[in-house]
């Protein structure tokens, strides 16, 4: 399918460009004596643009598997550009010989006697503005493509550190704890003040890290203890806890209340009672810190929703590369999230990323100017080829405006992009329409 879809777009160019010689020629006094001249003409016009186009559009293909999201780098472009050269002049070089000596019967050994540099002028320079005309729809649709992914990137970003910190403590945490605190003032006064303190402890906790991208491996291993031992007051002897004797870095980073939702879920998601009990361990294993508990599914009618597990991935996909694991078979559940360097800082104070900002629009900025002036350089070199061919092909019409004035048209487009130049919505109707739009609001 992906073939026939370009062989269709090769045939769509190669009708276009026959229709523009074909005008070039009437306005130099030249016509078809019948319509088979005009069909020969048209298949031997449509055999030079199928092949110089699935050629070019493969060629590009290639480049793209060995550049990925870089073809538009000024090296690769240039790499680009001259491959692209050489392949063209190949296939014009293979065309000739299909039709000099498979169509027309020639021998090779004359064929290549014959061959002269005038043939390849007009089919040359219309491949390269087609070419050109291709890579410029690739790099704008390929632009665009780049500016979505950012915007997904940055609200995805926003998202997931939102529901990091709306999902910090489960709400029908706080309404169990408060059950048993009920019920402990009642029957034992003593461990109800001892529960109240973990209580608070908890809390304090969440809301001095609620802010903080990262917390020291020694710091969350304390809550997540602190945190177990509310729920052994409420399951009593039905939760059996497990903690490293030992850590290998005590101030290596992690994710600020990752375990508590690690172990929030664990609970939520399993039958606890003394008969069954649940088995929930914390060891260090490869560089990650894994989470693990037997399986005894709750019988519950509702599925999750697996937004617990969403946020930690998220959350840490903010800050390194290493996944966060999950392994599952019928007996056991672990989930192993990645500890991170201890020398790893976040900076997220606002002048940093004022900073970062600044420095990111300049480089985006220097690379777009680098990029035209480099596109005006080619131009420039161009036009006088262009007049040169034209005066020496004697074809009596100055064809040379076709390519000149249609790159030159590119040339603006590009300059009116980079320099933020737009003659018809400027930054002052933009201003202008801005305030209308607040003004209308309020």
Same mark, same amino acid.
């Given at each position: 399918?992906?073939?026939?879809?370009?062989?269709?777009?090769?045939?769509?160019?190669?009708?276009?460009?026959?229709?523009?010689?074909?005008?070039?020629?009437?306005?130099?006094?030249?016509?078809?004596?019948?319509?088979?001249? /005009?069909?020969?003409?048209?298949?031997?016009?449509?055999?030079?643009?199928?092949?110089?186009?699935?050629?070019? +559009?493969?060629?590009?293909?290639?480049? $793209?598997?060995?550049?990925?999201?870089?073809?538009?780098?000024?090296?690769?472009?240039?790499?680009?550009?001259?491959?692209?050269?050489?392949?063209?002049?190949?296939? $014009?070089?293979?065309?000739?010989?299909?039709?000099?000596?498979?169509?027309?019967?020639?021998?090779?050994?004359?064929?290549?006697?014959?061959?002269?540099?005038?043939?390849?002028?007009?089919?040359?320079?219309?491949?390269?503005?087609?070419? &050109? /005309?291709?890579?410029?729809?690739?790099?704008?649709?390929?632009?665009?493509?780049?500016?979505?992914?950012?915007?997904?990137?940055?609200?995805?970003?926003?998202?997931?550190?939102?529901?990091?910190?709306?999902?910090?403590?489960?709400?029908?945490?706080?309404?169990?704890?408060?059950?048993?605190?009920?019920?402990?003032?009642?029957?034992?006064?003593?461990?109800?003040?001892?529960?109240?303190?973990?209580?608070?402890?908890?809390?304090?906790?969440?809301?001095?890290?609620?802010?903080?991208?990262?917390?020291?491996?020694?710091?969350?291993?304390?809550?997540?203890?602190?945190?177990?031992?509310?729920?052994?007051?409420?399951?009593?002897?039905?939760?059996?806890?497990?903690?490293?004797?030992?850590?290998?870095?005590?101030? +290596?980073?992690?994710?600020?209340?990752?375990?508590?939702? $690690?172990?929030?879920?664990?609970?939520?998601?399993?039958?606890?009672?003394?008969?069954?009990?649940?088995? /929930?361990?914390?060891?260090?294993?490869?560089?990650?810190?894994?989470?693990?508990?037997?399986?005894?599914?709750?019988?519950?009618?509702?599925?999750? &929703?697996?937004?617990?597990?969403?946020?930690?991935?998220?959350?840490?996909?903010?800050?390194?590369?290493?996944?966060?694991?999950?392994?599952?078979?019928?007996?056991?559940?672990?989930?192993?999230?990645?500890?991170?360097?201890?020398?790893?800082? /976040?900076?997220?104070?606002?002048?940093?990323?004022?900073?970062?900002?600044?420095?990111?629009?300049?480089?985006?900025?220097?690379?777009?100017?680098?990029?035209?002036?480099?596109?005006?350089?080619?131009?420039?070199?161009?036009?006088?080829?262009?007049?040169?061919?034209?005066?020496?092909?004697?074809?009596?019409?100055?064809?040379?405006?076709?390519?000149?004035?249609?790159?030159?048209?590119?040339?603006?487009?590009?300059?009116?992009?980079?320099?933020?130049?737009?003659?018809?919505?400027?930054?002052?109707?933009? +201003?202008?329409?801005?305030?209308?739009?607040?003004?209308?609001?309020?």
């Amino acid at each position: 399918m992906r073939i026939l879809k370009e062989f269709g777009k090769a045939f769509f160019v190669g009708t276009l460009v026959f229709i523009i010689l074909g005008l070039i020629q009437y306005a130099n006094g030249y016509q078809y004596d019948n319509g088979r001249d /005009i069909l020969v003409a048209f298949l031997y016009n449509q055999l030079y643009s199928v092949i110089l186009y699935m050629v070019n +559009a493969y060629y590009f293909v290639f480049l $793209l598997k060995i550049f990925p999201d870089q073809v538009f780098q000024t090296k690769n472009l240039l790499k680009g550009l001259l491959g692209g050269v050489l392949v063209t002049l190949f296939a $014009l070089l293979l065309i000739r010989f299909i039709t000099e000596v498979i169509i027309d019967g020639r021998g090779f050994a004359e064929f290549i006697a014959a061959e002269k540099m005038e043939y390849y002028y007009i089919s040359f320079i219309i491949s390269v503005v087609v070419t &050109t /005309i291709f890579y410029a729809v690739y790099y704008y649709r390929n632009k665009q493509q780049t500016i979505v992914k950012e915007q997904k990137i940055i609200a995805g970003t926003a998202s997931a550190k939102f529901d990091a910190l709306k999902n910090q403590l489960d709400p029908h945490f706080l309404f169990n704890s408060l059950n048993v605190l009920t019920s402990l003032i009642e029957e034992n006064p003593e461990a109800a003040t001892r529960f109240t303190t973990s209580l608070s402890k908890v809390y304090r906790y969440v809301l001095e890290q609620k802010n903080k991208e990262l917390v020291t491996l020694e710091e969350e291993l304390k809550f997540a203890e602190l945190y177990m031992s509310l729920l052994a007051v409420r399951f009593e002897d039905s939760i059996v806890f497990t903690l490293p004797s030992k850590l290998e870095n005590p101030q +290596a980073k992690v994710v600020p209340l990752s375990l508590q939702l $690690l172990l929030e879920n664990a609970v939520k998601h399993n039958q606890v009672m003394p008969s069954k009990k649940l088995y /929930i361990t914390i060891a260090e294993e490869n560089g990650s810190l894994v989470v693990t508990n037997n399986r005894q599914p709750k019988q519950v009618l509702k599925e999750s &929703t697996g937004v617990g597990l969403r946020n930690i991935r998220d959350r840490y996909a903010l800050l390194t590369e290493r996944p966060v694991s999950i392994n599952k078979n019928p007996k056991e559940f672990s989930i192993a999230i990645p500890i991170l360097g201890e020398n790893l800082q /976040i900076m997220n104070t606002p002048q940093t990323f004022i900073s970062e900002k600044k420095y990111k629009l300049a480089k985006k900025r220097m690379e777009k100017l680098k990029a035209f002036y480099i596109h005006l350089a080619l131009y420039i070199l161009f036009v006088p080829i262009f007049i040169y061919l034209n005066y020496i092909s004697r074809a009596g019409f100055p064809w040379a405006l076709f390519p000149i004035v249609g790159w030159g048209i590119g040339i603006t487009s590009h300059a009116a992009e980079t320099f933020n130049y737009n003659p018809f919505f400027g930054k002052d109707w933009e +201003a202008r329409k801005i305030r209308e739009l607040m003004d209308k609001d309020d």
